[in-house]
DNA sequence: ATGGTCGGCAACCGA
């Protein structure tokens, strides 16, 4: 089984990148993150067309979830028990033998704002609602764009990136919180090794153009899901595109 | 050291 996640920075712009990578890696589930659109206008039927159930929340201009999948789900909802909600942040999708959370994370905009305290909270939130759910022998999957590089080789240039709120110390320790769950990074464990990103920040056309990326978005698994990992990769074929988007497309076979 | 670019959507906000 092949589980995929992309930040897509606006589902209808990348709706040809998609249905391109859809038909060349025929992935049994795609999460989406940033979709940027309400769901009166998400293009649902062109992702049907290519043989997906669709579900997906969104809302104007910022955010929005989006998970593609093969066989149907059983069981969907957004949002977290309590308030704010955050419905176009969080969605969970029950399948036969199979749960997955897809997730985009608030970036903090800057340390002092109050979007990173928020955003350490949300973490803090997001391991209770694990916690409330789920136990370690569940078979569960939480992916998506989780907005922190979590080890100094998750970024190109750390000593540098310190006071950045997706590497400053408190972020990685609520994202070390969260996993400490039990999840276990289904990339990381197929490739130990410095230098892999899976996102290029396009405010700096050089560092884009240098490949100077973060590692942002995760595939990380409960125990029973990680024992039946057998290959993780990133795919840079967004990169590639004569409108790239700034994440590409992070992959893990079970 | 600074500022650089996108996407949505119609002036700037968010990343």
């Known amino acids: 089984m092949r589980i995929a996640t992309f930040n897509v920075n606006s589902v209808r712009t990348r709706e040809g990148i998609i249905r391109r990578w859809l038909d060349e890696h025929q992935p049994d589930i795609l999460a989406i993150q940033e979709t940027k659109v309400t769901d009166d206008l998400f293009p649902a039927a062109s992702f049907e067309e290519a043989g997906y159930h669709v579900y997906f929340r969104g809302q104007k201009s910022y955010n929005g979830v989006a998970l593609l999948s093969r066989t149907p789900g059983l069981e969907v909802g957004y949002g977290f028990d309590d308030e704010p909600a955050d419905a176009s942040r969080l969605q969970w999708v029950r399948f036969k033998g199979l749960h997955v959370v897809n997730t985009y994370v608030p970036q ?90 899976t996102f290029y920040d396009y405010r700096n056309p050089r560092n884009v153009k240098d490949g100077k990326g973060w590692r942002l978005d995760y595939i990380l698994a409960s125990p029973p899901m990680a024992r039946r990992c057998h290959n993780a990769y990133i795919d840079v074929a967004p990169r590639l595109e004569p409108r790239p988007s700034d994440h590409v497309v992070l992959v893990a076979e079970f």
């Open 108 to 197: 903090g905009r800057d340390i002092e704002h109050p979007m990173y305290a928020y955003k350490i909270q949300w973490f803090q939130r997001l391991r209770a609602w694990f916690d409330r759910r789920f136990t370690k022998r569940s078979p569960l999957i939480w992916l998506g764009d989780m907005n922190v590089a979590h080890d100094p080789i998750d970024v190109h240039n750390p000593e540098e990136r310190k006071k950045h709120v997706c590497y400053h110390n408190d972020a990685r320790a609520a994202f070390a919180h969260c996993r400490d769950w039990g999840f276990i990074d289904t990339f990381r464990l197929h490739h130990p090794e410095p230098g892999h990103y």
